[in-house]
């Protein structure tokens, strides 16, 4: 069984559309994260949500919104896709108030042309 | 401040040959620190969690070390296979919960 899950794997698309990533964990975690990994391979967090409470990193366009439908999921959307927004999108999670690790999906490399 | 930084960018090893990676940090209300090994196409896999300075955690051919201030990552025989991303991410604690950082990983490569 996969504990964190992401669809699509492979997502191409134009300048200006708007596009959303799934993702599921069936590891009964309460925090879930998405990360972007850039070209020089730097992970750097762009949201964590926990019990409703979204921490946003600000440096984090508003065109991108987590949406939470319940405690295993947590959708990223995008709007207006830009060329910079080409990465690699991965979604964790983890156990909020314990010192444990994260779980990593095995991420969404979005391509923007 | 808060900052995570790993060293070197990039390390060639002969197969066998032994080394150490390393992640200085600088960071507040540390939690935790942990290493990860991405593989390509991957998302990163979990190795070590340390929590203490002084603390070591081993697993085959890796131990990983800490400090107040770093943590090394010592490879010993290291065999192709061990080839990957290796990524160090510290956890803080905050009012919302965990957060974690990552630094920018050391791209290790094994020669037969």
């Known amino acids: 069984d996969t504990a964190v899950s992401q669809t699509p794997k492979y997502l191409v698309t134009q300048m200006g559309n708007d596009k959303s990533i799934k993702c599921e964990q069936n590891?009964?975690?309460?925090?879930m994260y998405w990360y972007k990994q850039d070209s020089k391979k730097f992970l750097k967090i762009m949201f964590s949500y926990n019990n409703k409470e979204l921490i946003i990193n600000e440096t984090v366009p508003n065109r991108f919104s987590p949406k939470s439908p319940d405690k295993a999921h947590l959708n990223l959307h995008i709007n207006s896709l830009e060329l910079g927004d080409s990465a690699v999108y991965f979604c964790a999670s983890s156990l909020r108030g314990v010192n444990t690790e994260a779980f990593f999906g095995q991420g969404t490399r979005l391509t923007v042309v | 401040e808060d900052q995570v930084t790993q060293s070197p960018e990039a390390l060639r090893l002969q197969e066998g040959e032994s080394s150490s990676l390393n992640c200085s940090y600088t960071v507040s209300g540390l939690r935790g620190l942990f290493w990860y090994r991405q593989d390509p196409g991957k998302g990163p896999e979990f190795l070590f969690t340390?929590?203490?300075a002084g603390e070591e955690k081993e697993k085959e051919r890796l131990k990983a070390t800490l400090t107040k201030k770093e943590s090394f990552l010592h490879i010993t025989a290291p065999k192709p296979e061990d080839s990957a991303t290796y990524l160090c991410?510290?956890?803080?604690?905050?009012?919302?919960?965990?957060?974690?950082?990552f630094g920018t990983g050391t791209s290790l490569t094994v020669i037969p």
């Open positions: 590891l009964g975690h309460d925090t």
């Open positions: 340390l929590y203490s």
């Open positions: 991410a510290v956890q803080q604690l905050k009012d919302t919960g965990n957060q974690f950082y």
